[in-house]
Every structure is written in structure tokens, then in C-alpha cells.
């Protein structure tokens, strides 16, 4: 790839084609996600420091490629973000539509400003939109993150155990107050379709039932189930719920909630609706708490700094080797890369096995 001040810039190509000065972009895209600057800083401090590269940062996801509004990205500008929660960046999402017609504009200033990679950090859609580039001819390395944890091929997305951890601790929080005043209480995690937050803040805090969007639930069953606790003279209890839980077939009214502008389903509340109809039937009283983006925000965890560093680590590396079209996944303590098109085929779902560890303690 050409660069317009190749004259200045120390562009240093191997005989072997390998390119070891290089210009690269970063963006954030989709849901923020505790450790998405630890992964810009990665980045800027591999790219930087290792290899002289020349780093930029495109402001709200792909907008900021669409649109060309980006900034600099030098040691100075990623000081002290190693611990903040958010994105310095920023970040939105992108109407798959709009990417598809932008296809052309990304290349165009891909090309003007002479950049060698592009290396998105993001969920499912951010992934998908970066294989469609990455198809289009464009240099890029992906970086999963999201705090559904629901990405195939990598064991762990950084974000999830910040939201975990969160989760956990409000449970705790909540088991206090429920037996105060003996009520059930169904708190309501995130994780979209899958219940990888609500399975382990559950077990992590000990809930008397969780429920996962992976295995529908009965409401007769899951009364049985709080109300066996209650029989057996326990005074309250604590119902984890995925905002993705849904009942199964034809065994509860349930409000749906349609979709919004980016084709993602709107969740209607299953919380809401599970305490209703627990009161009724238990004659306890119930309770809905939505966690909502409290499990989002803050500072990352230990874990999950470490994670979105090696994270960048590997994607500049990977960049350097020409390893395009690939994103990087943690397999067992390893980072490996694997194909972005494997990454988005199908979601990390709860395997029922796992739900079967976790079932009831009463
Ligand atoms: O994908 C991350 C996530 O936090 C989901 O768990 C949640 O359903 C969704 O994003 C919320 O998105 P928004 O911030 O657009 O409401």
C-alpha cells in the first residue's frame, strides 16, 4: 500500500514484503466495555515503542473511518487510561446498511491516509463489519471485547469478568436488604442472548435460581423452585435473570419487545414480568432490579486489563506479520489469532452442561 509522505516516514520494508515501521488505526465500536483503553494503550505502546510505528485513533467506531475524523495517537495521549473504564476514543454503533454503502469511502481514506492496518476493537456487529472490510481488500486485525462474553473462538472476552464482578457484588449487596425484608428479588444481568453473566454471578453469589436465555424456563417450575425455599422456612430469595430469558412456549404471557434501529432485539423487561407474576403466585412480595450499565462501566479488573493488553500486543503483531482478516482470541493461556469469519458465525451460547453445575441450592 502507497503512503503519501513515504518520502518522510521511516516506511521500512524487508525483502520478504514484511512491513516493520508501520501507520495503523484503532477504533472502538459498539458497546463500551471495560479495557478497551488498556487495548489502545497496547497498541500505542507496542506500535510506538517496539516498532516506531505511527498510530491513530478514529473517533466513535467506524463513523470516525467513514467520516475521516480521527486523531493522533502518541505515548502522552494514553497516559494514565491503563485503569479508566469507557473509551478515549468513543465509540457508537453503525447501521449495518450504512457500513455496506460505505465500503467504497472507508478504502478512499484508508488509502489518503497511507494506512497499513486498521485494528477494530468490538462485539459481534463491530466484528462482522470488519470481516466485510477485511473481504473488501482492507488490512485489518480484530480485537473482540464485549461483556456478554458471547464471541466463539476465543475462551474469554475482556469485559467479562469487570461485569461479573459487579454483578457478584450487587447480588451480595441484595441478598442483605431481600432478607431484611423477606422478598424475592430477581435481579436482571445483561448478556443479550446468551447468560454467561447471569450463570456466573449466580453461582459466584450463590442465587436460588438463574435463568438463562439458552434454556427457556417455566414460570410453574421456577415457582416450585423459590417457593420449596420458602417452604423450607427460608425467609427470601434471589432470582439471576438474563435480559435475554425468555419462557418457554405457550407457559407465560410474555411481552416482547421488538427491535431498534440496528436490528438488535429490545428487550422487554423479563425481570419486570417474572416478579409480577412470582408475587401472584407466591404471595411474596417480588421485586425487579436491573443492573443495566452499571455492569458496563468503571474501571476493568485485573484480569481484564491483562487480557485487553495482550490483546493489542498480539493484534500489532499480527499487523506487522501481514496476519490480515484474522482477530485474536484467547485460547486456554494462550493468545492465538483465528479468522474473523470463524468469529462471527454463530454465538458462544451457555452449554447446558454448565447450567446443570449451577442448578439450585436452596
Ligand atoms: O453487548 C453489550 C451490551 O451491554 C448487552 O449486554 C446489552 O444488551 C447491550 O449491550 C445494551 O446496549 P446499549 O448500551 O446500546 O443499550
Known amino acids: 500500500m502507497s503512503h503519501p ?16 515501521v508501520m501507520r495503523i488505526g484503532v477504533l472502538t465500536s459498539g458497546g463500551d466495555c471495560p479495557g478497551l483503553n488498556a487495548v489502545i494503550r497496547s497498541v500505542v505502546h507496542r506500535g510506538v515503542v517496539d516498532h516506531g510505528d505511527e498510530i491513530i485513533g478514529f473517533h466513535d467506531g467506524w463513523k470516525g473511518l467513514l467520516e475521516c475524523d480521527y486523531r493522533a495517537l502518541d505515548l502522552d495521549a494514553v497516559n494514565g487510561i491503563l485503569a479508566r473504564g469507557g473509551t478515549i476514543l468513543g465509540s457508537s454503533r453503525v447501521r449495518p446498511e450504512h457500513l455496506r454503502d460505505g465500503v467504497a469511502r472507508a478504502k478512499e481514506h484508508v488509502a489518503d491516509l497511507g494506512l497499513d492496518a486498521i485494528i477494530p476493537i468490538g462485539g459481534e456487529g463491530t466484528l462482522k463489519a470488519a470481516r466485510l472490510l477485511s473481504d473488501s ?5 480484530g480485537v473482540p471485547k464485549t461483556i456478554d462474553n458471547d464471541i466463539t473462538s476465543t475462551d474469554v472476552t475482556f469485559g467479562f469478568d469487570t461485569a461479573v464482578g459487579v454483578a457478584t457484588e450487587a447480588l451480595d449487596r441484595l441478598k442483605t436488604t431481600a432478607e431484611s425484608h423477606q422478598r424475592v428479588l430477581i435481579v436482571e444481568v445483561m448478556g443479550r442472548h446468551t447468560g454467561w453473566i447471569a450463570l456466573h454471578s449466580g453461582m459466584a453469589a450463590g442465587a436460588h435460581a438463574i435463568v438463562v436465555p439458552e434454556r427457556p424456563f417455566d414460570i410453574d417450575e421456577l415457582t416450585d423452585l423459590v417457593g420449596k425455599r420458602f417452604a423450607a422456612g427460608k425467609k427470601f430469595a434471589i432470582v439471576v435473570v438474563a435480559e435475554g430469558a425468555k419462557p418457554r412456549e405457550g407457559s407465560m404471557e410474555f411481552d416482547e419487545g421488538g427491535k431498534d434501529v440496528y436490528g438488535h432485539e429490545r428487550f422487554a423487561g423479563v425481570a419486570r414480568q417474572l416478579s409480577i407474576e412470582l408475587e401472584e403466585r407466591l404471595g411474596k412480595e417480588a421485586r425487579p432490579v436491573i443492573l443495566g450499565h452499571v455492569q458496563r462501566g468503571g474501571t476493568p479488573t485485573a484480569y481484564d486489563r491483562v487480557l485487553a493488553t495482550r490483546f493489542g500486543w498480539h493484534a500489532v503483531e499480527a499487523a506487522h506479520q501481514g496476519h490480515f482478516g484474522m482477530m485474536t482470541a484467547l485460547r486456554g493461556t494462550d493468545i492465538r489469532l483465528v479468522p474473523l469469519a470463524e468469529a462471527v458465525e454463530h454465538l458462544k451460547t451457555v452449554p447446558a452442561e454448565r447450567y446443570v453445575e449451577a442448578e439450585c441450592v436452596l
Open 5 to 20: 509522505d513515504d518520502g518522510v516516514r521511516p516506511v521500512n520494508r524487508l525483502s520478504s514484503g514484511v512491513v516493520t
Open 137 to 141: 481488500g482492507l488490512p485489518i486485525v
